[in-house]
């Protein structure tokens, strides 16, 4: 039975005529949230679940959320908003565990931030993790799993899942040494390695409060970690473990050091990821060149090789194709030098407005987590759907994919209150030619799917052992990014006038035999260094391209408050 320790009581909705019968389960404190449970033999429909949750929810300041059970299966609607988030073909368990936390919490508000933050992870390989730029997610997903001492977390876990406060910190390895006010040092036998702070139910480690003279949780621990020259912070707040590190530039997407952290909610981990407990927060874990040490090279060389892969795809699939296809747009039937270079142009623009966008969702600069209406158009919803077209026969003839994207182009620009974002005060997504040479060229481009979709797919998706996926912008840190900017400015376009090769220093060269293997065709447009194949200098300076700060420094500044 669906949360059979919290006695739902039945529950009449007035002309409801979707669902039969519905329960309802309260959370705790004054205008509690509401968890409404009900049964269906299929998935219902997206429009169904809105209706029966507005039905139920009526504008109120109470927080609704709508479980409908089909099978093994779940879908979930809520628990707030104008148009509320709508998930499907979930596992029940998983939503059984999410609910039972947010009804767990002490207040309404408790019960949104947490529920705000797991819903839109509810899909992920790992519920329960946050791993906010200290580690390559694709690490914790799959290389952990191969680790020789894995098997071996995994058991020692299962005596630590139930724990919560000091005896969890304890059976980790710690010896807590409490300091003078709300925190402790933790020792690995004769050694300090942290600053622990054991939150009440009604804190947030990001909110300041009396108790923490007014700081927030875990900038007084910071404080109190630099004070004892100590690397690492935790925070515990009932099911929740997150570990900062306290020195600067750990992590391979690396933010302020109150911004980078890895997370585990026991409430919502399931057993076969346990073993990141243990090999994570333990003490042994943070021994030097312990587990965590090994577990961030590891992520270093995943987001280093990442970068190369994502550089290679777009130094060889992605701004080629790009060009060839604008080319054709703008019906350039013998494209000049001039044409190219400002072909050239518009294809860099549209690829670092989408980098810089996939880059800022990842970092939770734009509202993918938060906002329902901005996270199904986002990007990383978008590159989940390329996975399953690829997959299920490819693209058609549309135009919906750059629609989509030019969309989003404009809504960063612009602005949007419906989805939180405010303008961009840049000019990277300006059509204002003043501002961006080729912004206005780009206004009237239409490329149908077949087209665009695998540029796109080669862009946001990456291809590793374990199958295809959305690439984990998060793993790449500025640097990465500089050196694909640098790399393309390095660079021209230019149309193949004969069948070139690749010699073998990496140079292009005209097919001259007939083992050598074509590598752009004649008539393709391809990129090169400089100067041109032959020899012919060209000025480097033609392109008058943007060149665009790092997403965070532009929209942190602009985050609503």
């Known amino acids: 039975m ?42 219902p429909s997206q429009s169904d679940l809105r209706v029966v949750w507005k039905a139920r929810h009526g504008g109120r300041a109470t927080p609704v959320l709508l479980v409908v059970l089909y099978g093994e299966k779940a879908a979930l609607c809520g628990p707030s908003g104008d148009l509320p988030p709508v998930y499907s073909d979930l596992d029940s368990l998983r939503v059984e565990r999410i609910c ?20 839109p992870e509810v899909e992920s390989a790992i519920p329960g993790l946050r791993n906010e730029g200290l580690f390559a997610t694709h690490e914790l997903e799959h290389g952990m799993k191969i680790r020789p001492d894995w098997l071996k977390a995994m058991e020692r876990a299962r005596a630590i899942f139930p724990l919560r406060g000091r005896p969890l910190l304890e059976s980790l390895g710690f010896i807590i040494e409490p300091l003078p006010g709300p925190a402790s040092i933790l020792r690995a036998a004769k050694t300090k390695i942290a600053i622990a702070v054991l ?3 009604n804190e947030s480690p990001d909110i300041s409060n009396l108790r923490f003279s007014q700081l927030s949780p875990i900038s007084y621990a910071m404080t109190k970690a630099e004070e004892e020259n100590l690397p690492f912070v935790f925070i515990i707040a009932d099911s929740i473990i997150r570990l900062h590190p306290v020195r600067q530039n750990v992590g391979v997407g690396r933010r302020g050091r109150t911004e980078t952290f890895v997370e585990l909610n026991l409430n919502l981990l399931e057993e076969p990821n346990s073993g990141l407990l243990p090999l994570v927060f333990s003490a042994d874990a943070l021994k030097e060149n312990g587990a965590f040490d090994q577990i961030l090279e590891s992520s270093k060389r995943f987001a280093g090789d990442l970068g190369i892969r994502l550089r290679e795809r777009i130094h060889s699939r992605v701004i080629p194709p790009l060009a060839e296809a604008l080319i054709h747009a703008r019906a350039l039937k013998k494209p000049g030098a001039e044409d190219l270079a400002e072909t050239y142009e518009m294809a860099l623009l549209v690829l670092f407005r989408i980098l810089f966008i996939a880059y800022a ?17 986002s990007l990383k919803q978008k590159s989940r ?8 026969g490819g693209f058609g003839l549309e135009t919906t994919h750059l629609d989509d994207v030019v969309s989003l182009f404009l809504v960063v620009d612009k602005g949007s209150q419906e989805w939180q974002i405010p303008p961009y005060n840049g000019g990277l997504f300006s059509s204002d030619p003043s501002v961006v040479d080729c912004g206005a060229l780009l206004k009237d481009i239409r490329l149908p799917n077949n087209v665009f979709g695998p540029i796109l797919a080669e862009l946001l998706l990456d291809e590793t052992p374990e199958g295809r996926g959305p690439v984990d912008f998060r793993s790449l840190g500025v640097r990465e990014f500089g050196t694909i900017y640098e790399g393309l400015l390095e660079n021209e376009l230019s149309i193949a006038s004969t069948d070139l090769t690749v010699d073998k220093h990496g140079a292009y060269r005209p097919v001259r035999k ?12 391809y990129l090169h260094t400089f100067p041109r194949l032959s020899g012919r200098p060209h000025r480097k300076g033609t392109l008058r391209l943007y060149c665009p700060p790092p997403p965070a420094a532009r929209l942190r500044g602009n985050r609503p408050t």
């Open 100 to 119: 039972r936390s947010a009804l767990e919490a002490p207040d309404r508000h408790a019960a949104l931030r947490f529920l705000h933050l797991a819903l």
């Open 361 to 377: 969702e990842d970092k939770d600069l734009l509202p993918y987590r938060g906002n329902e209406l901005y996270r199904s158009r």
């Open 199 to 201: 939150l009440e139910r």
């Open 514 to 525: 007939k083992r050598d293997q074509i590598t752009v065709p004649s008539g393709q447009p």
């Open 2 to 43: 669906f949360l059979k320790e919290f006695e739902p009581r039945p529950v009449r909705l007035k002309d409801n005529r979707i669902f039969e019968r519905l329960e309802l389960v309260l959370g705790k404190g004054n205008q509690p949230l509401e968890v409404i449970i009900t049964r269906a033999v299929q998935r």
């Open 385 to 392: 759907d390329l996975v399953k077209i690829l997959e299920s």
